[in-house]
């Protein structure tokens, strides 16, 4: 069974500093795009950051871009989320998700078959 685990959320205030972890079991994802999707209350969900299996890839969604690093650790099958200078449009549910194919790098949510429970982040002004 595949699970995904996020953890490292929590209430900061504006301008700190948060790491997001998701370690993945049940599977390996060394060849699978990881990301991170968020969601804010009345909001859809978006794609914060998207890695490739090896690392080489990645995308930042314009409002993160410079501020947030995604990084991932294939022999721990975990990906990281490295959150700087936060702000409170940032205040969300972040998930991590492995995407549906090997060697493939996606945006949308569709295209990810495994989620994490989410984790919750809030930054207050």
């Known amino acids: 069974q595949v699970q995904l685990v996020e953890s490292g959320g929590g209430l900061v205030q504006t301008g700190s500093s948060l790491r997001l972890s998701c370690a993945a079991s049940?599977?390996?994802?060394?060849?699978?795009?990881l990301a991170w999707f968020r969601q804010a209350p009345g909001m859809e969900r978006e794609c914060v950051s998207t890695?490739?299996?090896?690392?080489?890839?990645?995308y930042y969604a314009d409002v993160v871009k410079g501020r947030f690093t995604i990084s991932r650790d294939n022999a721990k099958n975990t990906v990281y989320l490295e959150m700087n200078s936060l702000k409170p449009e940032d205040t969300a549910v972040y998930y991590c998700a492995a995407d549906r194919s090997p060697f493939g790098f996606h945006l949308k949510d569709n295209e990810y078959d495994y989620w994490g429970q989410g984790t919750q982040v809030t930054v207050s002004s």
């Open positions: 049940g599977d390996t994802f060394s060849k699978h795009a």
């Open positions: 890695i490739s299996g090896s690392g080489g890839r990645t």
